[in-house]
């Protein structure tokens, strides 16, 4: 048995669904688009290191092959109530510290390949879909995402840098999508895929939710014409996945309960996020976002948004109390939600704010949200 061979057996052993192996040239096309589209991922420079990242051995001198792990986190279902809310990925607990990829599993294989005499060093910042796609374990689809065969496109990729040289692979496999597929790209809502294999990352829903005013360099906050079509996604975003026919066969397998996700998902609605207090994010809330929203805030923040864009008048009782929050954020984004449902009920509970806020920022949301009604 070959090393890479034994490297793969030993992965597939742990759990994961694939492994391959790349070469560490820099990925010319992930540097043309970042110089081509710098102004969209201008706020990821400092915080993923993209540019250094795309070239793995200025990154790390001594790398010689990307070793890339497959974990395919579609494997128990999702309670219904939680999908259109919070993408698959983040229900997976799939990047939590202890767990999935990143937990036990992941420090086995890397002792394992320290005791074949390999020096290994993992980076979550090195480009994952690329690094996988050159190893050959899938192609990129029009939406982004990169699809494996036989599992799809709700996969996640661990890569790592060693320093021997296991013959990797430095193919760029075109894409698999059928001609006439557009599917991704015309069921985005917010034109955030605006071409074939390009997405604008300040027009995705996914990343508003959880970068606008939370990450460093990032917009501080939502465009109203994104908020209006973010329906009920209060974190992440799964439409240009869930349309796509590369996927359609593993949507339709009937899977093995979560029972975690099956004993939260009664609590995990609309009112109760918005209204949450802090030991709600902690204990129910915050062990499904590994980190990515770091203050509850932002997170009631997008369910307002979400209750504005039901257009259900009942919301309206959630948002007069959420009105009172100490947090002018949460106050703001009330504001325009009550706007958004509108209707006399809406104008009177915007026009009591009127009277009682201070804070400028809410009271201009609440002048706009006024105006149009
Ligand atoms: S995740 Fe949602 S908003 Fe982002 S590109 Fe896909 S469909 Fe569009
Ligand atoms: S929806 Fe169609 S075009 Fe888009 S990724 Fe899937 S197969 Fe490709």
């Known amino acids: ?158 890569v790592m840098a060693v320093d021997a040289d296991l013959g990797g692979s430095s193919d760029e496999v075109s894409s698999r999508c059928p001609e006439d597929c557009n599917r991704c790209i015309e069921a985005c809502p917010t034109g955030a895929l605006y071409e074939p294999f390009k997405m604008d990352p300040l027009r995705c829903i996914a990343f508003q939710t959880y970068s606008a005013g939370n990450f460093p360099g990032t917009p501080p906050d939502i465009p109203p014409e994104i908020r209006e079509k973010m329906g009920r996604w209060v974190y992440g975003c799964d439409i240009c996945q869930e349309v796509c026919p590369r996927n359609r066969r593993r949507l339709r397998q009937t899977l093995p309960p979560d029972a975690y996700l099956a004993e939260i998902a009664p609590h995990f609605t609309l009112e109760n996020l918005l209204l949450m207090d802090e030991q709600f994010y902690r204990s129910r809330v915050q062990p499904l976002l590994y980190g990515y929203i770091w203050e509850k805030k932002f997170l009631q923040r ?20 959420s009105l009172g929050d100490e947090e002018p954020l949460v106050r703001r984004y009330s504001a325009w939600a009550a706007g958004r449902i509108g209707g006399g009920k809406g104008r009177k509970l915007l026009e009591r704010q009127l009277k009682s806020e201070s804070d400028p920022g809410v009271l201009s949301e609440i002048r706009i949200a006024l105006e149009k009604l």
């Open 1 to 158: 048995m070959s090393l890479t061979e034994e490297i793969t057996e030993y992965g597939l052993e742990l759990g994961f669904d694939g492994v391959g192996f790349a070469a560490t040239d820099p990925f010319d096309g992930l540097l043309q688009a970042l110089q081509e589209r710098g102004e969209g991922y201008r706020w990821a420079e400092g915080l993923l290191q993209l540019s250094e990242a795309a070239a793995p051995r200025v990154l790390m001198p001594g790398a010689r092959t990307l070793i890339v792990l497959v974990y395919d986190y579609h494997k128990l279902a999702f309670p219904p109530e939680l999908l259109g809310m919070a993408g698959r990925v983040y229900l997976a607990r799939l990047y939590l510290g202890k767990t999935r990829i990143f937990g036990s599993r992941l420090r086995l294989f890397k002792k394992f390949l320290e005791q074949k005499g390999m020096t290994v060093e993992v980076r979550r910042t090195l480009p994952d879909r690329q690094a996988a796609v050159r190893a050959g374990l899938g192609t990129f689809g029009r939406n982004t995402f990169v699809h494996v065969p036989g599992h799809g496109s709700f996969v996640a990729f661990v």
């Open 302 to 321: 997008n369910a307002a948004i979400a209750l504005g864009n039901s257009g259900d008048e009942a919301a309206l009782k959630h948002l007069r109390l």
